[in-house]
């Protein structure tokens, strides 16, 4: 058994954010299989209303707008939160991209080495990852599968740009001291909202995409201030449960997924459930399995010459994903997470914001 990390809190996060992650890579393994995912079998339990995948990606905005919102309340400094921020995702992602560009690129392309490396499409690829663009991500002359998605490099990265907009927006209402229970209710609504109109929000882009997730990061920011105001008990997941189960019913699960997902997954995140705690053996490999985990379920489509199955995907993807994962988190993310705790220690030349709540 290995020695206790006094850093290592006892809750069932960690291993919330690795379902998700997984639930992420199981749907897209229908999608780079067949180029659709109406197969889904979540999917087809809810109506075609959602696929399980997302629900996943639901999950992750919520813990990230608890989680996120309790680090600058605990500490409201625009510059530490900032690098606390920067060293969760780039250094991981950058490598990934670099692996990417440089290995899987030049092995699956069509396009001689020369050919492959002077294309404008490979600088658009950097230019569009680094910067996170939602994509599409493609690579010169590379081709998984003959189908829908088969010259995308990365589907799964597309989320990050908006993750960072809403920690931006944490920033902006805790410098203006708006960050409080009654701004996070207002802000799930709006999001609640987006969804209900969302073809109207296409034409503002990018903002409209925000809008549409910002209902579940939202909900996640709520329920941090009503965390010792309201019970977190399994009457209450029931109770949240039954609700999500008349929102399918209902024809409104992603509408409505803030108001009783959310609680579900706070109540089980707070939990400590000691057999689920892997982290402490192999460390979060959360992140690492969401990054890689497209290109790895493309690579095992394309060495199948496009035949592969879905579960052929799925599990072929997760023999080569999750060692990445865990190389990824013990070689390149721990070290930039506890590199930027120290930096954060030393007093920053940034003025403290106070925040209510």
Known sequence: MPASDPGHRRNNFDAL????ALSVVFSHSFLIAEGSEANEPFAWLNGNQCILGLIGVFVFFVISGYLVTESWCRTPLPGRFALRRGVRIYPGLVVNVLLCAFVIGPLVTTLPGPGYFAGPELRDFFAKTLTLNPGPLALPGVLFADNAVGLHINGSLWTLRYEVMMYVMVVMLGMARLLRLSTCLVLTALGIAAVYFEHELTPLGDL?????????????????????????????????????????????????????????????????DPWLDYARYCGDLSYGLYIYGWPAEQLVMWLSGGRAAWWEVFFGSLGLALPMAWLSWHGIEKWALRWGRTVGRRPLAVAPAPADG
Request: glycine share 10%; no cysteine.
């Open 208 to 272: 409209g995409e925000w809008a549409w997730f910002l209902g579940f990061f939202g909900a996640g920011m709520a329920l941090h201030f009503l965390r010792d105001r309201i019970p977190f008990d399994w009457r209450g997941a029931l109770v949240a449960f039954v609700a999500l189960v008349v929102f399918v019913r209902i024809g409104h699960l992603i509408m409505l997924f803030p108001l009783a997902g959310a609680y579900l997954a706070i109540w089980f995140a707070r939990r400590y």
């Open 17 to 20: 954010r690795l379902i998700a």
